[in-house]
């Protein structure tokens, strides 16, 4: 588990008196630092991008996923299995993350879809199946041993008369089958043949389902945006927007430690520092930072 990084800023005071320095009805202004947009997890740790550049994004709960959606989060998982290829998610909204629209908007899924869909249609559920049944191994061929002969036969064969034939069944009626034959035409079309095998085959699919299902919600990476940005929403959610302002910024743990090294270990020369406190806190509309998470 990584270790608990910690920066303290100390926003210089001017001389001037506090109370007329900043409006004490002023909002408290809260600055949420996270990697919302999942880069740590699918990019490779490149060149810094100046973060006195990164934009400050103000957040609340009528303006969460037009957030989200500029932001842009997605992740690349790991394939799950061995005849898979990695797997990318994109995120617009905070909905994005609940089983049922990963279900319907993920490709991994589609095929699924499309055999579920035929398993439970009678007409093409034979064809399904036959699909999902592997071929049987080839078999050898064993020639059949001839039919033992009766002491009948045996004894006709030798006085040189022919087998007796057993009797024929006679023959139905040509007017009744007529009849059933013209029957069976007319009613065939409406007869709907329900497969004793359908449940078990469309369980089989549903499992398949879920087990794909639960291996991607189980990835520590989709675990972990999807907590960051529920968190974001729980914060938001039961906060007075007059009385509290929430702002983002989209950043990683490495871009971080990167910045505070190429400033040689000084926070003060950081360019974090320079978002927050030179173009914020001294700004004349700035935020006055009261919370930085």
Excluded: C
């Amino acid at each position: 588990m990584p270790g608990r990084m910690e920066f303290q800023f100390n926003v210089p005071k001017s001389n001037a008196n506090l109370s007329t320095r900043r409006d004490p009805t002023a909002p408290f202004d809260i600055l949420i630092m996270a990697d919302l947009s999942a880069r740590a997890h699918r990019e490779t740790p490149g060149l810094l991008v100046d973060l006195a550049n990164r934009p400050l994004l103000a957040v609340d709960v009528d303006s969460l996923d037009a957030v989200m959606a500029r932001l842009a989060p997605k992740l690349r998982l790991a394939p799950m299995t061995d005849n898979d290829v990695a797997l990318t998610i994109s995120f617009n909204q905070l909905d994005d993350f609940h089983p049922d629209a990963l279900y319907q908007r993920l490709e991994v899924f589609q095929a699924l879809r499309r055999t579920r869909a035929r398993l439970l249609n009678p007409a093409s559920f034979a064809q399904a199946v036959a699909e999902l049944t592997p071929s049987p191994p080839a078999e050898t061929v064993q020639t059949e041993p001839a039919p033992v002969e009766g002491e009948a036969e045996l004894l006709e064969r030798l006085l040189g008369q022919a087998p007796t034939q057993p009797a024929m069944a006679r023959p139905a009626d040509a007017g009744a089958a007529a009849i059933q034959s013209l029957v069976q035409a007319i009613v065939q079309p409406h007869i709907v043949h329900t497969d004793a095998r359908q449940p078990a085959w469309v369980a089989a699919v549903d499992a398949t389902i879920g087990d794909q299902l639960r291996m991607i919600l189980h990835q520590p990476a989709f675990q972990a945006l999807e907590a960051t940005w529920r968190s974001v929403q729980g914060l938001i959610a039961d906060l007075d927007s007059d009385a509290v302002r929430v702002f983002l910024l989209d950043v990683t743990r490495q871009e971080l430690l990167t910045d505070l090294h190429s400033a040689g270990g000084d926070p003060k020369a950081t360019s974090l520092y320079t978002l927050l406190v030179d173009q914020g806190a001294r700004m004349p509309d700035g935020p006055s930072w009261s919370l930085l998470v």
